[in-house]
């Protein structure tokens, strides 16, 4: 699978932006999809993440309440709508796919795409 994330952009604090992973060469349904994020000096650290049998998404603690994870099977496409965006959620974003069991795991996470940037003012 192929992902490819968009929507990134520049926000004050406290805006929102809504994040998109188009999939093409496979189904998002088939996969656990995550959502990463690497700062400057930072190691890719993992956001949010949907089992593909669907339930309730994983969050880091950091940004529980604030980002909600989701997925559209029609259109082969997840989502990461980000609420009450912080100085510190700046970061390239990028969405991942999985099929090992541990879905809330990062290293089992591959098929990276081209990230998308997003800055938050303060």
């Known amino acids: 699978v192929q992902l490819q994330a968009s929507g990134g952009g520049l926000v004050q604090a406290g805006g929102s932006l809504g994040l998109s992973c188009a999939a093409s060469?496979?189904?998002?349904?088939?996969?656990?999809m995550g959502w990463f994020r690497q700062a400057p000096g930072q190691e890719r650290e993992l956001v949010a993440a949907?089992?593909?049998?669907?339930?309730?998404?994983y969050y880091t603690d950091s940004v529980k309440g604030r980002f909600t994870a989701s997925r559209d099977n029609a259109k082969n496409t997840v989502y990461l709508q980000m609420n009450g965006l912080k100085p510190e959620d700046t970061a390239v974003y990028y969405c991942a796919a999985s099929q090992n069991v541990q879905w809330r795991v990062a290293v089992w996470y591959h098929s990276w795409g081209q990230g998308t940037q997003v800055t938050v003012s303060s």
């Open positions: 949907i089992r593909r049998s669907g339930g309730e998404p």
């Open positions: 060469g496979g189904t998002v349904r088939n996969y656990h």
